[in-house]
């Protein structure tokens, strides 16, 4: 069964860099149709996509957050990752990984990590 | 950027009842739609992609249907572990998004 874990600092300076690692575990990353996508939610608010790398490594950014964004993958340690650059409070939120199949929704999910942007 | 709108925002059911969320699209995006439920401090769930296509596990009691603009989920005879915010979600085309959510609640 495929299983997705964020991991990294719950906490980050103002005008520091967010970085996040998703582990996959029970597949692997490198597999045909798969894309791996990292997803936010703010306190009290409805999900937002981040963007999305795909297996054969072409990646697709939110506009909103496109400036500030890098995904990318490796493949030798199964995982995935993600940089937001220039954090601000708005940047604070629980940050999900989560895979999608072509054709499909996204799923599975990771639990999540919270990360608050604060001095 | 393709708009999702959900209504209601909010609804009130008993156990028992059938309810039907509605979510529309602002522009037409085939059948390239997904419904997730999403329980408090957890991940969402899926439920439905393909705009009427069951995900696997998902019980029967949850179907969803529409295509192009208008879609809608339709959760029957409720139990409570439904009582929870749905939100549905386009993939028709980058970037992807998500409607604002129902949250559904017991009467």
Same mark, same amino acid.
């Given at each position: ?119 | ?14 156990? =028992?009842?059938?309810? $039907?969320? *509605?979510?529309?699209?602002? /522009? ?8 997730? %439920? #999403? ?28 295509? =192009?603009?208008?879609? $809608?989920? *339709?959760?029957?005879?409720? /139990? ?8 549905? %979600? #386009? ?17």
């Amino acid at each position: 069964q495929l299983q997705l874990q964020e991991s990294g600092p719950r906490l980050v300076k103002p005008s520091e860099t967010l970085s996040l690692t998703c582990t996959v575990s029970g597949g692997s990353i490198n597999t045909y149709n798969n894309y791996w996508a990292w997803i936010r939610q703010p306190p009290g608010k409805g999900p937002e996509w981040i963007g999305t790398i795909f297996y054969s490594g072409s990646v697709y950014y939110n506009p909103s957050l496109k400036s500030r964004v890098t995904i990318s993958v490796d493949t030798s340690k199964n995982q995935f990752s993600l940089k937001l650059s220039s954090v601000t409070a708005a940047d604070t939120a629980v940050y999900y990984c989560a895979r999608r199949v072509r054709y499909y929704g996204f799923d599975p999910w990771g639990q999540g990590t919270l990360v608050t942007v604060s001095s | 950027d393709i708009q999702m709108t959900q209504s209601p925002s909010s609804l009130s059911a008993s156990v =028992g009842d059938r309810v $039907t969320i *509605t979510c529309r699209a602002s /522009q037409g995006i085939s059948n390239y739609l997904a419904w997730y %439920q #999403q329980k408090p401090g957890k991940a969402p769930k899926s439920l439905i992609y393909g705009a009427s296509s069951l995900q696997s596990g998902v019980p029967s009691k949850f179907s969803g249907s529409g295509s =192009g603009t208008d879609f $809608t989920l *339709t959760i029957s005879s409720l /139990q409570p572990e439904d009582f929870a915010t749905y939100y549905c %979600q #386009q993939y028709d085309s980058y970037p992807i998004t998500f409607g604002q959510g129902t949250r559904l609640e017991i009467k």
